[in-house]
C-alpha cells in the first residue's frame, strides 16, 4: 500500500480493531494463543512457515501480511516501548512507506521493522527467528534474578524443574548465590552437577537467558 500521512494515522486508528479480531478469531480457528508474548511469536512463525512457501507469497496477501506486521509489532511494545512511525520522505531509506516501530530507549538498531520480520522468517525457516530478534533487544535489560524471573513469569515457564530465587524445585536446573559467586547447574536425586560458575549477577542472568535462546531452558504455548 502507498501511504500518505493521512492513511497512516488512519492505519493506526484501526490497530485495536484488528488486534481484537486477530487474536480472537483468527487465533481460534488456527488453534493459536496470540497473547503477544515472545512464545505467541514462535507459533506465529511456525503458523507462517506452514502457509507460505516463500516471501513473495506472503507479500501477495496483503491483508495477512499487514495484521502480522501489526501483531509482531504490538508484541515488541509489550517488551521494549515504542511508537509507530512512517517516513514518507526520504525514498532511499530502506524502510520508506512503511509502518516501523522506534524509541529513544532503542540501541544499535533504532527501528524496529516488523514487516521485514513477517516476510524474512519464511527463509530463514527456524521457527523462532522473530523471537530471537525480540529476545536479543530484551536481555540487556534484563540484570537481575528478580528481573529474570519477572521475564520467565510472562514467558509461563515452568518452575517445577528451576530452582531460582523464590522458587525452589526438587529436581531440575538451578541458578543460585553460592558465597560470593553464582552457580548454574542441575540437581538430580540430591546430587548437583554445577555446569557454570560466574563472579557477578548480571554475568549468570547473561547465561541462563542464552540457554533460554537456545532453546535450553523449554516452555510450552499450547492451546488447552
Not at 481460534?28 to 506465529?44: F, M, P, Q, V, W
Not at 536446573?173 to 554445577?194: K, T, W
Request: aromatic share 14%; charged share 25%.
Amino acid at each position: 500500500m502507498a501511504y500518505t500521512q493521512e492513511d497512516f494515522q488512519g492505519w493506526i486508528f484501526c490497530i485495536s480493531d484488528k488486534m481484537e479480531q486477530f487474536t480472537n478469531e483468527f487465533a481460534g480457528e488456527n488453534r493459536l494463543i496470540l497473547d503477544y508474548t515472545l512464545a505467541s511469536l514462535n507459533d506465529l512463525e511456525r503458523w507462517i512457515l506452514n502457509h507460505y512457501s516463500d516471501a513473495h507469497d506472503l507479500i501477495a496477501d496483503s491483508n495477512t501480511l499487514d495484521l502480522l506486521t501489526i501483531y509482531i509489532g504490538e508484541t515488541f511494545r509489550q517488551y521494549i516501548g515504542g511508537k509507530w512511525v512512517i517516513d514518507l520522505k526520504n525514498k532511499k531509506n530502506a524502510y520508506y512507506s512503511m509502518p516501523t516501530l522506534t524509541d529513544t530507549s532503542y540501541r544499535g538498531t533504532t527501528y524496529v521493522a516488523p514487516m521485514t520480520y513477517a516476510t524474512a522468517c519464511i527463509s530463514r525457516n527456524k521457527g523462532n527467528y522473530i523471537s530471537g530478534i525480540l529476545m536479543n533487544r530484551i536481555a540487556p535489560r534484563i540484570k537481575t534474578i528478580d528481573e529474570l524471573i519477572k521475564f520467565m513469569e510472562k514467558e509461563c515457564y515452568s518452575f517445577d524443574s528451576f530452582s531460582i530465587g523464590k522458587y525452589q524445585a526438587l529436581e531440575g536446573l538451578f541458578l543460585e548465590q553460592n558465597g560470593n559467586e553464582y552457580v548454574y547447574g542441575y540437581a538430580e536425586r540430591g546430587h548437583r552437577d554445577i555446569e557454570k560458575r560466574f563472579d557477578n549477577e548480571e554475568e549468570a542472568v547473561r547465561y541462563v537467558l542464552e540457554q533460554i535462546l537456545e532453546k535450553k531452558v523449554d516452555n510450552s504455548h499450547l492451546v488447552a
